[in-house]
């Protein structure tokens, strides 16, 4: 969903009662039409957003998975003009699957490279 654009998928993998949260997000988000319109603004910062997913972990109803993300600013991203500087950060993020649904997504990524690549505070 995050590296694809594809938010028709969404529907899909994802909880109706869908709850994500990430340092870089101002508060938790929660439902899917809240969820598009995150993955909407990312796609909208970085167009062409690569994403590299390390081998995942699971175990009964959780998944653990490390990620890269890469690309360039191009677009607004909460408040930040474009840049147009490429970047990179990683982080980790654990899921909560029920009835073969992602119900709770909850992230932890390196926000502060994030934020110096793209000048938003010093370096």
């Not at 994403?51 to 191009?74: D, S, V, Y």
């Not at 899921?95 to 932890?108: A, F, P, T």
Request: charged share 25%; aromatic share 6%.
């Amino acid at each position: 969903m995050w590296g694809k654009g594809d938010i028709k998928i969404v529907d899909e993998l994802a909880s109706p009662d869908l709850r994500v949260s990430y340092p870089s997000l101002p508060a938790p988000v929660e439902g899917l039409a809240a969820f598009k319109e995150v993955l909407k603004m990312v796609h909208t910062a970085f167009p062409d957003i690569e994403i590299e997913i390390g081998e995942p972990l699971a175990e009964g109803n959780r998944l653990a998975a490390a990620w890269t993300m890469r690309g360039t600013h191009q677009g607004d991203m909460m408040g930040l003009p474009p840049t147009g500087k490429c970047v990179n950060w990683s982080g980790i993020t654990f899921y909560r699957i029920e009835n073969g649904k992602v119900v709770d997504e909850r992230g932890e990524e390196d926000a502060l490279a994030l934020l110096r690549q793209l000048g938003a505070i010093p370096g």
